[in-house]
């Protein structure tokens, strides 16, 4: 069985809510979003800690046109970062690379000659600033010998990262049946990279690149904006609309926001920035327990004691909101009761936090102590309660 503990937060000290113990309760109706935004779907998390500041639609899968680059480039970035590929390797571009995503192709490109060796860090820059198609596809063939091979294994890459929803045809992003992924994890591949190749994501912030000879300006909207933007990148397709993700680091917070579905490249722009300005303004860090300090208690069958003291592995920070404090409920959920005997560090359940309809944050909760098998009535007295009342859980 599963249980629930739930509370809202408003108005109430959380050294309070301890006292409050484990009760059993339905869930509440889901409130609404704190904040509406004109995209289909959307996505924001806090880089520092992953929590969700706010979701809609965020797991509809939609094809990701350009968005598709940031898998491309986390290729790139783990190769160097493990020294299989460094800064000045040198990539041929092919007669498809050029005629498919070059100056022929009227898509977006770094207009790379063909047959000419271009340094890898110059396609980087091409990619990240430029989003270019012809870019992409050169690094790919020169690492995988073709694009559909370095897409095949773009998708294995994506589910070693998580990324279970993320499926990859081509490097680029351009049209292509079976190419799909979603906001939740294209906001989750930005936060991957910001976390594991900070001394190669600043590729995303540089505003313009020139190369032969070609000054090319950043297409994020966001870098030209005073809210400290510093990546990602934006894409566009029919099926899709437009889309972005998006980073910001201001007052001490990073946030990152995924967004597509909207009408046209200025609302794209607009929406985006009121997003993560929202983000910055209307939340507040907080920690709610210390430490050592007990989250909860859960409920022990067959123990010399009745329930178990609950623990995370270190503080639970959250990120409230400053107004609309009603909106944020906790719960506690574990399958349960727990079996005697319990040793302490074991892992029990979790602390749900909610935002309006959002699941905010989801921190592991362990015992605190341990609880050993209780005597023959004790065990005979918690047989007969869950003969009683499991059933109405």
Not at 128 to 154: L, P
Not at 298 to 321: E, M, R
């Amino acid at each position: 069985m599963k249980f629930r503990c739930a509370w809202p937060f408003a108005g109430l000290p959380f050294a309070g809510l301890l006292g409050l113990g484990l009760l059993l309760v339905s869930l509440a109706p889901a409130a609404a979003q704190l904040f509406e935004t004109k995209a289909a779907q959307a996505f924001m998390i806090d880089a520092g800690t992953g929590t969700v500041l706010f979701a809609k639609d965020a797991d509809r899968p939609f094809p990701p046109a350009s968005l598709a680059k940031l898998m491309t480039m986390e290729m790139v970035f783990n190769a160097i970062k493990s020294g299989r590929m460094t800064l000045d390797d040198t990539f041929v571009v092919s007669e498809h690379a050029w005629r498919t995503g070059g100056a022929p192709s009227g898509t977006s490109t770094m207009f790379a000659k063909l047959k000419s060796a271009i340094r890898l860090e110059d396609l980087i820059q091409g990619v990240t600033v430029q989003a270019a198609n012809d870019g992409c596809i050169v690094i790919a063939e020169g690492v995988a010998g073709s694009e559909a091979n370095f897409a095949a294994r773009m998708t294995e890459r994506a589910r070693q990262i998580g990324l279970t929803k993320s499926t990859f045809v081509n490097s680029t992003g351009l049209p292509a049946d079976g190419q799909q992924t979603t906001v939740r994890e294209l906001a989750l591949l930005a936060l991957h990279i910001w976390r594991d190749y900070p001394d190669l994501y600043r590729y995303y912030g540089q505003k313009d690149f020139t190369w032969n000879k070609i000054i090319q300006r950043n297409r994020n909207p966001l870098l030209a904006m005073d809210i400290g933007a510093d990546g990602l990148a934006v894409g566009a397709s029919e099926t899709a609309g437009f889309g972005i993700v998006g980073s910001v680091s201001r007052d001490g917070t990073r946030l990152i926001a995924a967004m597509s579905g909207l009408a046209s490249d200025r609302e794209r722009a607009e929406e985006a920035r009121k997003l993560l300005d929202w983000g910055v303004r209307s939340f507040q860090k907080t920690e709610i327990f210390a430490g050592d300090e007990a989250v909860g208690e859960a409920q022990v069958f067959g123990g010399a004691k009745s329930g178990v003291a609950l623990k995370a592995k270190g503080p639970v920070t959250i990120f409230l909101p400053i107004a609309n404090r009603d909106k944020v409920t906790a719960r506690i959920v574990y399958d349960g009761p727990v079996a005697a005997p319990v040793e302490e560090g074991q892992p029990v359940g979790a602390l749900r936090v909610w935002i309006g309809d959002t699941l905010s944050q989801e921190t592991p909760l362990f015992a605190a102590e341990s609880v050993g098998v209780g005597s023959l009535p004790q065990r005979a007295f918690d047989a007969a309660r869950e003969l009683a009342v499991g059933w109405l859980r």
